[in-house]
């Protein structure tokens, strides 16, 4: 190097990795998600307060059985048959509604802009995201299951291989919703119409997917209008895994059809992919 | 990407006939200036003038109609990462959420960068020592405009892109900021400042342009702006209570063949040279003509 070589260059030094910057990024965004007081409660704490408050309203109608009927010697608690509903609706709050309206807002209030001038990779910016979805959607579970069992006796699962069933439709439900979730992210128009467009598409969703409302009782056009959409197959799998097998019959097909849960799921997990791709800018050139 | 060395005589920013159009309104129109390496240079204008369509072309963030740009030797169209940490950027506005606290921020981004400053460094460079473990929503607008310019400098950047970084600052904040400016200049980075305030770009600028209405009206050392003419300066006395005024490059000749004329001394009289900010509206007043009349 000649002598006028400038002390700013730093030849020698390389930019961190991707993948560290993700990790970077996980922190940083986990850290941020706590701080938030309304995230917290409308996305991290909703399916307990939800399971709660059905628990408690219904609490008076006794055990019901397959289709609602009661059934004192084999039928299950309120609690337990709320529980697969919002398990499920935990994993759409996680990814889509907290995707979708945080990276709206980040769009809108500048952050997007701001990182969009620094070295960070793009990569990066969605490891964070994904490592913010996992961990908050872990510990939601976590609280979920455990206020199920010890405030309201639901009893969990003993096989391994429910458990087996739990992880793979935990994380490809995850995936999907965190996918969905950034796609969704380009409608609303700024970021403070963000939750006025996110928060009803996912509330309906959740109404006619068997979170809310038991799924058998909905009108057959509108099981098969659900049916088309994820969520729906979420609430199934985890049905699968917290309901008694008897409880299967309720189903369209009579049983719990795994296997079409999880080819709907990784349609939509694929679909979710492309349309990140075409749908995320870092930002709004020239608007 | 292997650290491109430019030689000292290559401009660190390189524009040629730029011009940007927003469906038929064209926001600049073919504008040309250099900036070389260690050089602090100021894009002076009023409001919708088309600084920042300008400064953010540079910085990738906007695509031109037409023309050329280079900078630090990369068309900024196609600015890789590599190139972008050789950047600092301090963006006219932001209204992050802020929820976390200055020194976390600054650390966080640090870490984007190949060869950070020191953040406890760049928090007292900026004067936010005491708020350090603040959230940053709990700032003022203007110490919140003092995180942004910590965020610009963290990544030890060899061309800092400033657009009007002391809105909000108050007369202490700004002087910091002018000996924080000194300091980087002093290590040798380049920069490029558009601002309002005058006396600023004056103290920090060692060159300027000003643009109007999509256009460079005039450019040169700050000194020197709008030519020998913008600074010629005013006789204005009054006589049989009319205000009268005359430029000339002879105001003692002028004044001398008055008080003979007049054979008293003149009334309110007095003789001034223009100072900055009365050349600068002249030529931004020029300038705008220019482009109704076009």
């Known amino acids: 190097m000649s002598t006028t070589a400038l002390p700013l260059r730093a030849v020698a030094a390389r930019r961190p990795s991707a993948l560290r910057l993700g990790l970077s990024r996980a922190a940083y965004e986990i850290r941020s998600y706590f701080r938030l007081g309304d995230t917290l409660f409308f996305t991290f704490l909703f399916p307990v307060v939800m399971l709660a408050i059905f628990s408690v309203a219904f609490s008076g109608a006794g055990l019901v059985g397959v289709n609602g009927q009661p059934d004192p010697v084999n039928g299950i608690s309120m609690a337990h048959s709320y529980l697969p509903g919002m398990a499920a609706a935990g994993l759409l709050l996680s990814g889509v509604q907290n995707l979708a309206i945080d990276i709206a807002m980040e769009k809108g209030d500048g952050t997007l802009k701001r990182l969009a001038g620094t070295p960070l990779p793009v990569l990066s910016y969605f490891l964070g995201k994904f490592g913010q979805v996992l961990v908050t959607s872990l510990l939601q579970l976590a609280l979920l299951l455990a206020v199920a069992r010890i405030l309201f006796g639901v009893p969990l699962p003993t096989a391994p291989e429910k458990w087996v069933t739990f992880a793979w439709v935990y994380l490809l439900g995850l995936g999907t919703s965190a996918v969905l979730g950034i796609a969704l992210s380009g409608v609303p128009r700024s970021g403070k119409s963000a939750s006025a467009v996110i928060i009803p598409i996912v509330l309906v969703l959740q109404f006619v997917s068997g979170v809310y409302v038991t799924f058998a009782a909905l009108p057959d056009w509108l099981q098969n209008l659900a049916s088309v959409f994820p969520l729906k197959w979420m609430a199934q799998g985890m049905r699968s895994v917290f309901l008694p097998d008897a409880f299967a019959a309720q189903e369209q097909t009579g049983t719990w059809d795994l296997g079409t849960t999880a080819l709907v799921l990784g349609v939509w997990l694929v679909a979710g992919l492309i349309a990140c791709r075409f749908a995320f800018r870092w930002i709004r050139k020239d608007s | ?294």
């Open chain 2, 1 to 294: 990407m292997v650290a491109m060395d430019i030689p000292r005589s290559e401009p660190v920013v390189r524009v040629r006939d730029l011009v940007k159009r927003y469906g038929t309104r064209e926001a600049v129109r073919g504008i040309d200036f250099d900036i070389f390496r260690g050089e602090t240079f100021a894009l002076l204008g009023p409001n919708g003038a088309g600084k920042s369509t300008t400064i953010e072309i540079l910085e990738g963030y906007r695509e031109r109609t037409s023309g050329s740009v280079s900078v630090l030797g990369v068309d900024p169209h196609e600015g890789d990462l590599d190139w972008k940490a050789r950047l600092g950027i301090v963006l006219q506005s932001t209204g992050e959420s802020g929820n976390v606290t200055v020194r976390e921020q600054l650390t966080h981004f640090a870490g984007f960068y190949p060869a950070p400053r020191d953040v406890d460094e760049v928090i007292a460079s900026v004067g936010l020592e005491e708020k350090a473990t603040t959230r940053i929503k709990a700032l003022s607008g203007g110490q919140r405009r003092r995180v942004d310019v910590a965020l610009g400098i963290i990544g030890r950047p060899e061309l800092l892109f400033l657009d009007e970084p002391t809105t909000g600052f108050d007369p202490e904040a700004r002087r910091r900021f002018r000996e924080l400016i000194r300091r980087l200049q002093g290590e040798g980075t380049t920069i490029l400042l558009t601002t309002h305030y005058l006396d600023e770009a004056a103290q920090l600028s060692d060159r300027a342009a000003v643009i109007a209405g999509g256009a460079i009206v005039a450019s040169g050392a700050i000194a020197e702006l709008g030519g020998e003419d913008a600074r010629t300066p005013t006789v204005r006395w009054t006589e049989r209570g009319e205000r009268r005024q005359l430029r000339t490059e002879t105001p003692g000749a002028v004044v001398s063949e008055l008080v003979r004329r007049l054979g008293h001394e003149p009334e309110d009289l007095e003789v001034a040279r223009p100072t900055l900010e009365d050349v600068y509206l002249e030529l931004v007043a020029a300038g705008s003509a220019t482009e109704v009349s076009s």
